[in-house]
Structures are given as structure tokens and as C-alpha cells.
């Protein structure tokens, strides 16, 4: 049997047992994650590079439950473009052919952000950096014209640490284009394909900490004032870098959702896995630690009307970018962090069995009438 029709019959969950592949008793759903989502209207999908989706176990994950396709890398600018010429858009076109392979909506992820500025631009003045975003941003949605679910226009432009800035970050973006300016983006966008949903997209929102509080109020703040103008935006991209270190409350989470919503605003989790640096313990403990996060965040998720998709930040502990040397806090027993549904080798971890009955169980269909506040 193709490994890949054995993980559509077992779920993807299977044991390696003294060299054999054996099934694990417990049933499993035959469908995949994005089939299950798409019960109550939604979407469930990846963040991939093309280096590890045309390899196993990262391809037949993708096969059976990707619904939606975000390119970890290959649509950032700088990756694209240097000072050397033409931009080179191979592998972001890579990730697009592989969503239409797999019949995936596609993320556009993302058209400004400080930290994918390419590099030559960071001292330009100001009218030379205004003429090349402007110029990137049109000349990608062209490139991806009516191909693209969302696209995700800004990203990461919020710092509550900066009170003498209102909240707003202080960056290549915010010297050169100007914080004010941010709508204008939108703008842009919604000329270039008017068929793509526009996003703004952030992270650390999500959880019971102060410094996430503050961080949703300075959000909350600067969306009142970019609808008041009237800026064409259409969803909020939740990151959900979550992590277990962390308090989490379903109750202020769905407060924020409804708060949200009052904008007229469809949430897109865009990013999800859970971080356990500081988990103490073995793998089975961490695991279960990490499921429970997992489900108690997607179930609050599925509850709410205006959430419409559901994006995991890589497929495998693998190929997570959390793993990757220059990614954050590493443990202190030196493993490697466990933050996604399939362990390195792809075989479903317990935090994959929690989010396939999180969206199996789920009632609350997605629902843009009442996202949209009519
Ligand atoms: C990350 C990639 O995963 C890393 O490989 C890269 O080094 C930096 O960017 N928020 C975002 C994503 O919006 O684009 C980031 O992706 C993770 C945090």
C-alpha cells in the first residue's frame, strides 16, 4: 500500500514498531482537516516552503488536508528581490501551482512588513521607498491576479510598547511610508485585485497576559480609525504564535472576536502552532500539554461566527520554523520544540487527534452576514 493511501486510512496516524508500520487501534476520521472545516463553512491549512512540500512525510500531509496554502517565504519581498535586476518570482509561483495541485485557496502573505523590506531600501528617502512598495505591491497582485483567497497587506505594525508613537511600531515602514499612510495600502490593494479579501495581520493577541491586552487595545484602536475613514479591509489575520507559557481564556478571546466583528471584520487564524520551551518533562507530557492549548483555543475558534480559516505555521515539528537555529527561546534539555500537529516524521501527535474533534464537534457555521454585522 503507498504510504500515502495508508495515512489517508489510518488519519495519518500510524506507529513504527520494530521496523513494521503498524495502524494505531484507536479509530481515525478517514477525512482530512480542511474536508472536517469545511462542515461549518471554513478553510484549514499550511504555511509551506517548496523545499519541504515536494518531500515526504511534509507532501501526502498536504494531499489529505490542506485546504488552504500560505508561502512561508517565497511572497516576502526581500526574498524576491534585490538590488540585482528583475525580481525573481520562481518560488513564489512554485507555491501558487502547488495550491492549484492540490485544489488549495491561496494565501498572499505578505505585501508590507519591516522585516521583509529588502535590504538596499532601509536608508532610501522617502518618495524613492513610497515609488518601490508601491511599485512591489502592484506588480505581485498582478502576478497573482484573481488567483488569491486573501492577501495579507500589512503585517506586524503594531508595538504598545511605543506610547510616545500611539501603539505603532517604529520601523522602515513607519519612517518611510508613515504610519497615517497605512490605509493608502489598502487602497492600493483593492485597485490592483479587487477579487482578493484584504487582511491586516498580527500577532500576540491571542492569550490571557497583559502585554496581550495592550496589544489588542492599540489594534482595536487603529482598526476604529481606518473604518472610520473608510479603508477598504475586509479581515484580521490573528497569528496565533500561541504559547504554553502563557494564560489563555476562551472568554476574553471570544470578547475580542465580537469586538472584532463589530467592524465588519471576518478573523483568519493565519499562523497557529503552540510553542513549549519551558514545558518541563517528556514528550507524552509536553504532548498532551500541547493538544489541551490546541483544543481549548479551537474549540473557542469554532465557536464564533466570524472566524472563516484555520492556518497552521508549517506542517511537521520538523520542518517547523521554531526548530530553526535562529528562532527564539530553545529548551533547556536541549530538545527540539514539539509546537505542531505531526511530529518530524508525520505521524499525527495528540494535538492533531484534539483539532480533528475541535472541527468535527463544531456547530457555529462561518457565517459573513453576521461577521459582517448584518
Ligand atoms: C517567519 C519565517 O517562518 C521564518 O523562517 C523567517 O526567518 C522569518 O519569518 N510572523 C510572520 C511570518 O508574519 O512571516 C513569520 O515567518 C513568522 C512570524
Given at each position: 500500500m503507498l504510504r500515502r493511501e495508508f495515512l489517508r486510512l489510518t488519519g495519518g496516524t500510524c506507529l513504527v514498531h520494530a521496523g513494521m508500520v503498524v495502524a494505531?487501534?484507536?479509530?481515525?476520521?478517514?477525512?482530512?482537516?480542511?474536508?472536517?472545516?469545511?462542515?461549518?463553512?471554513?478553510?484549514?491549512?499550511?504555511?509551506?516552503?517548496?523545499?519541504?512540500?515536494?518531500?515526504?512525510?511534509?507532501?501526502?500531509?498536504?494531499?489529505?488536508?490542506?485546504?488552504?496554502?500560505?508561502?512561508?517565504?517565497?511572497?516576502?519581498?526581500?526574498?524576491?528581490?534585490?538590488?540585482?535586476?528583475?525580481?525573481?518570482?520562481?518560488?513564489?509561483?512554485?507555491?501558487?501551482?502547488?495550491?492549484?495541485?492540490?485544489?488549495?485557496?491561496?494565501?498572499?502573505?505578505?505585501?508590507?512588513?519591516?522585516?521583509?523590506?529588502?535590504?538596499?531600501?532601509?536608508?532610501?528617502?522617502?518618495?524613492?521607498?513610497?515609488?518601490?512598495?508601491?511599485?512591489?505591491?502592484?506588480?505581485?497582485?498582478?502576478?497573482?491576479?484573481?488567483?488569491?483567497?486573501?492577501?495579507?497587506?500589512?503585517?506586524?505594525?503594531?508595538?504598545?510598547?511605543?506610547?510616545?508613537?500611539?501603539?505603532?511600531?517604529?520601523?522602515?515602514?513607519?519612517?518611510?511610508?508613515?504610519?497615517?499612510?497605512?490605509?493608502?495600502?489598502?487602497?492600493?490593494?483593492?485597485?490592483?485585485?479587487?477579487?482578493?479579501?484584504?487582511?491586516y495581520n498580527d500577532y500576540g493577541m491571542e492569550q490571557d497576559e497583559p502585554w496581550c491586552e495592550a496589544r489588542r487595545s492599540v489594534l482595536l484602536r487603529m482598526l476604529e480609525a481606518w473604518v472610520k475613514r473608510g479603508t477598504p479591509i475586509d479581515v484580521m489575520g490573528l497569528q496565533a504564535h500561541l504559547d504554553l507559557s502563557r494564560r489563555f481564556s476562551a472568554q476574553k478571546l471570544l470578547r475580542f472576536f465580537n469586538d472584532l466583528q463589530a467592524f465588519g471584520l471576518s478573523i483568519q487564524i493565519t499562523e497557529l502552532d503552540v510553542r513549549d520551551a519551558s514545558n518541563p518533562g517528556g514528550v507524552a507530557a509536553r504532548d498532551e500539554a500541547v493538544a489541551a492549548l490546541y483544543k481549548d483555543f479551537m474549540d473557542a475558534c469554532l465557536s464564533h461566527p466570524a472566524v472563516e480559516m484555520v492556518v497552521m505555521w508549517n506542517v511537521t515539528d520538523g520542518d517547523s520554523w521554531i526548530n530553526r537555529w535562529n528562532q527564539g527561546q530553545r529548551r533547556t534539555d536541549g530538545l527540539p520544540q514539539r509546537p505542531l500537529l505531526f511530529d518530524a516524521q508525520g505521524l499525527a501527535k495528540p494535538a492533531f487527534h484534539t483539532v480533528t474533534a475541535s472541527l468535527g464537534d463544531a456547530t457555529v457555521k462561518f457565517d459573513m452576514k453576521k461577521a459582517s454585522n448584518g
Open positions: 494505531q487501534t484507536q479509530p481515525q476520521p478517514e477525512e482530512g482537516l480542511d474536508t472536517l472545516a469545511r462542515r461549518t463553512g471554513r478553510r484549514f491549512g499550511f504555511a509551506v516552503q517548496p523545499s519541504h512540500a515536494d518531500k515526504e512525510p511534509v507532501r501526502s500531509l498536504l494531499q489529505q488536508h490542506a485546504g488552504v496554502i500560505t508561502a512561508e517565504l517565497a511572497m516576502k519581498w526581500n526574498i524576491m528581490s534585490n538590488l540585482l535586476g528583475a525580481p525573481d518570482y520562481r518560488a513564489a509561483d512554485q507555491v501558487g501551482a502547488l495550491a492549484s495541485s492540490l485544489g488549495a485557496a491561496l494565501r498572499g502573505h505578505t505585501l508590507a512588513w519591516h522585516q521583509s523590506t529588502p535590504a538596499y531600501l532601509t536608508n532610501a528617502a522617502p518618495e524613492q521607498f513610497v515609488t518601490a512598495q508601491t511599485a512591489h505591491l502592484q506588480a505581485l497582485m498582478q502576478r497573482f491576479k484573481g488567483r488569491i483567497h486573501t492577501w495579507d497587506v500589512l503585517n506586524e505594525v503594531i508595538d504598545a510598547a511605543a506610547a510616545d508613537h500611539q501603539g505603532m511600531r517604529q520601523s522602515v515602514l513607519s519612517r518611510l511610508w508613515g504610519t497615517d499612510r497605512y490605509p493608502a495600502l489598502f487602497e492600493l490593494a483593492r485597485a490592483a485585485d479587487p477579487s482578493a479579501k484584504l487582511a
